[in-house]
Nanobody, 123 residues
Framework: QVQLVESGGGLVQAGGSLRLSCVVS????????MGWFRQAPGKEREFVGT????????YYADSTKGRFTISRDNAKNTVYLQMNSLKPEETAVYYC????????????????WGQGTEVTVSS
């Protein structure tokens, strides 16, 4: 079993930045890939980016590429999502998730989810 706990959400003005954290515990998570997703009110959960823990390889949704960065701190068992140049339409609950081995854009492929952290971007 893998447990995920997100934090770092809050209110930010458009153009601002936030860094979300996801603390990972449980099984040997180094074999996993970590995904970040977001869900706005009334919308489906949307892929933001993913990172393979072992290699650090990342890829992002086109909408976040160049503005968002996923990183990890092995000593703290934590994955981060640095979000820059935030837009009001990116207001959502942000989730981290974990799946075996390779990352994916598909929300249904992730086995473990955190509780989410809310991000509000004001205009």
């Amino acid at each position: 079993q893998v447990q995920l706990v997100e934090s770092g959400g809050g209110l930010v003005q458009a153009g601002g930045s936030l860094r979300l954290s996801c603390v990972v515990s449980g099984r040997t998570f180094s074999r996993y890939s970590m995904g970040w997703f977001r869900q706005a009110p009334g919308k489906e959960r949307e892929f933001v980016g993913t990172m393979r823990w072992s290699s650090g390889g990342v890829y992002y949704a086109d909408s976040t590429k160049g503005r968002f960065t996923i990183s990890r701190d092995n000593a703290k068992n934590t994955v981060y999502l640095q979000m820059n140049s935030l837009k009001p339409e990116e207001t959502a609950v942000y989730y981290c998730a974990a799946k075996d081995v390779l990352g994916s854009r598909d929300v249904n492929e992730y086995s473990y989810w955190g509780q989410g952290t809310e991000v509000t971007v004001s205009s």
